[in-house]
């Protein structure tokens, strides 16, 4: 069984930061992705970011410059740091992994339950 265990959303001021984190657990080989996606009411999930186990990343291009994503692949954990926040960026955050359970050999997804990021004055 995999489980991935978001943490760190919130209510900030519109400038402010905040600083997600998820950590997968579980039965776990190997993770070759792990990202963070975002859901705003009435929209369709978006990617923010990703990064891949040998440290390439993508960005949403409404988040360069103000988000950085990061990963401790020691601890299965990946960080999302938001700086400059904008009331757009209100949505509920899902960390993501593609990952190999134990015993096999494909990948598969895997979702967080997700975090709730308002940004409002």
């Known amino acids: 069984q995999v489980q991935l265990v978001e943490s760190g959303g919130g209510l900030v001021q519109p400038g402010g930061s905040l600083r997600l984190s998820c950590a997968a657990s579980?039965?776990?080989?190997?993770?070759?992705?792990m990202g963070w996606y975002r859901q705003a009411p009435e929209k369709q999930r978006e990617l923010v970011a990703a990064i891949t186990s040998g440290g390439s990343t993508n960005y949403a291009d409404s988040v360069k410059g103000r988000f950085t994503i990061s990963r401790d692949n020691a601890k299965n954990t990946v960080f999302l740091q938001m700086n400059s926040l904008k009331p757009e960026d209100t949505a509920v955050y899902y960390c993501n992994a593609v990952l190999s359970p134990i015993l096999t050999v494909r990948e598969y997804d895997y979702w967080g339950q997700g975090t709730q990021v308002t940004v409002s004055s």
């Open positions: 579980g039965s776990i080989f190997s993770i070759s992705k």
